[in-house]
C-alpha cells in the first residue's frame, strides 16, 4: 500500500483516484486498526517513513480493484512478527486470503523473521481454514503460529 494511500485512509480523506480503485466495501475496519498500529509503532521508533518499510500492509488487487490487504502489525520482535489480513465480503471464500498469506509468510522469511504469528476469532472458521492451509498451528483458541522451516 503506497504510504500517502496509507495516510489518506487515516485521514478519511481519500482522493478520488484512489478511492475509485476501491471495492466500496474497503478498507474494514480491520485495515483502519492495523494502519494506525503500524504508524503508531514507527513513530515510537522515532524512524520517519517516506516510503513503505519492508514490514508493512500490502493490498489486494483483483481486476484493478482493492478488495483487501495483508500485512505486519510491525517489524519483527525478538525475531516474531504478526500478521492480519482482510478480504471484503464480496470476494471471500476465492482463495485470495490463502494465498497473500503464503505469500507474506514467505516473504517474512525471507526477510528474516523466525516465527509469524496470527490472531482468528473463534468463531471465525475461514480465517482459521486460511492459517492452518498455510501451516499454522493453533497456539490458544485464538492465536496461531508457524515456524520458519530449517534450513531456510
Not at 64 to 85: L, M, N, S, T
Not at 87 to 113: D, H, K, N, S, Y
Amino acid at each position: 500500500m503506497p504510504l500517502a494511500e496509507a495516510r489518506e485512509l487515516l485521514q478519511a480523506r481519500p482522493s478520488a483516484v484512489t478511492s475509485g480503485r476501491w471495492h466500496p466495501d474497503y478498507p474494514q475496519a480491520e485495515t483502519l486498526e492495523a494502519l494506525s498500529m503500524l504508524f503508531a509503532g514507527y513513530e515510537a521508533s522515532g524512524e520517519i517513513l517516506t516510503s513503505e518499510p519492508d514490514w508493512w500492509i500490502h493490498q489486494l488487487v483483483v481486476d484493478d480493484q482493492v478488495v483487501g490487504d495483508i500485512g505486519f502489525h510491525g517489524p519483527p520482535a525478538d525475531g516474531r512478527v504478526e500478521i492480519g489480513y482482510a478480504v471484503v465480503p464480496a470476494r471471500r471464500g476465492q482463495g485470495l486470503a490463502t494465498r497473500a498469506c503464503a505469500l507474506i509468510v514467505e516473504f517474512a522469511w525471507r526477510a528474516g523473521a523466525g516465527v509469524v504469528l496470527a490472531e482468528a476469532e473463534p468463531d471465525n472458521t475461514a480465517s482459521r481454514k486460511v492459517l492452518l492451509d498455510n501451516g499454522f498451528v493453533a497456539v490458544d483458541d485464538r492465536r496461531f503460529l508457524i515456524n520458519r522451516p530449517a534450513p531456510w
